[in-house]
DNA sequence: TAAATTTGTAACATATTTTATTACAGTATG
DNA sequence: CATACTGTAATAAAATATGTTACAAATTTA
C-alpha cells in the first residue's frame, strides 16, 4: 500500500477525533472509506504499534484515539505512513562506469531530502484537530 | 511510468548537458541509465514535446539540448514528469454520506497543492546548469 | 456458559501500474 | 543502397497495490 496510505490513515483518525467517545469498528470506518474492513484493520495496526491509538477486541470492540489531537501533527502522521517524498528514482541500477550514472542516485537524494525537510516543517505546523476542524 | 519519471528524465538531461555538441542515441544514453532504448525514446518525446531538447532521425542522429541550462529549472521538469506532488488518496470514491467522506478528498487537494507550491519554490530556485555541475 | 460480534493476521486472488521487449516504418548519412 | 538511427504501436512480463476469504482469539451480553 503506498499511493493511499497516508490517505486513508489520516481519514481513519479524522473519524476518530470526531467520534471521541466511541469504539469505532473496523466496518464502520471501511464504510465510511470505502474500503475493505482488513486494510482498515492493517492501518490501524500501523497506527497502534505508534501508540497513537488504542483498540478493544471482541463484541462492541474497535479503535479509539490514544493522543491529543492537538498535538499529533501531519507531520508525524506523514512519517508513519510515506516515510519521505520524492521524485523517485529509476529502477535499475545506473551504469556505475558513467561519471553520471556513478553518481545520480546520491545527488537525487540530496535533493529530496531538501525537499523533505521543506515539507515537513510545512506538515508539522498542521495538527489533526486543525485538519480535522475543517469538516 | 511514474516512479521513475523524474529521475530518467534529469538523467537524461545531464547527460545532454555534459556534450552539448553532439547528438546522443537513445541506446547510448540507455547505457547509461541502464534503461530500455523505447523508454528513453518516450521521455525525449515528452521532452521534445516541450522544446527541451531536439532530435535528429537517421543515421548519426540522437538528441541535444535545445534550451539554456542556465534557464532550465527543475520545478520546469518535475512540471514536465511529475504533475504535483502529493501524498495520494485512497483509490474509491469515499462514501458521500459521510461528512468526512463527503469532503476529506477536497481538503487533501488543498494540503497537497499547498505542498506543491513550497517544493515548486525551492525547485524553482535549481537550475540543469547547477545540478549537472554537482557532477 | 453459549451466542454474537469484533479484532488480528495469514494466505491467497485480482487488478493496476510500471517496465521491458519486439517489431517495423520512416529518415538521414555516407 | 546499406547502415544506423528515431518514432511509435503492440504486446509481454514484472512489480505493486488492493481485495477477499478464512479463522483463531477476545470480549460482551443475554
Request: glycine fraction near 6%; charged fraction near 20%.
Amino acid at each position: 500500500m503506498i499511493s493511499g496510505k497516508f490517505a486513508i490513515t489520516i481519514h481513519i483518525l479524522t473519524l476518530l477525533h470526531k467520534f471521541p467517545n466511541d469504539y469505532l469498528s473496523s466496518e464502520f470506518i471501511a464504510g465510511s472509506i470505502n474500503l475493505n474492513p482488513v486494510l482498515v484493520r492493517k492501518e490501524i495496526a500501523n497506527l497502534k504499534a505508534h501508540h497513537i491509538v488504542e483498540s478493544k477486541e471482541g463484541k462492541n470492540g474497535g479503535t479509539k484515539l490514544a493522543v491529543n489531537a492537538a498535538e499529533l501533527t501531519l507531520k508525524q502522521i506523514f512519517e508513519m505512513t510515506f516515510e519521505s517524498i520524492g521524485l523517485g528514482f529509476a529502477k535499475n541500477q545506473p551504469n556505475p562506469d558513467c561519471p553520471v550514472g556513478k553518481n545520480i542516485n546520491q545527488h537525487l537524494e540530496v535533493l529530496y531530502s531538501e525537499m523533505n525537510q521543506n515539507v515537513s516543517k510545512q506538515l508539522e505546523a498542521i495538527s489533526l484537530e486543525d485538519f480535522s476542524n475543517q469538516f
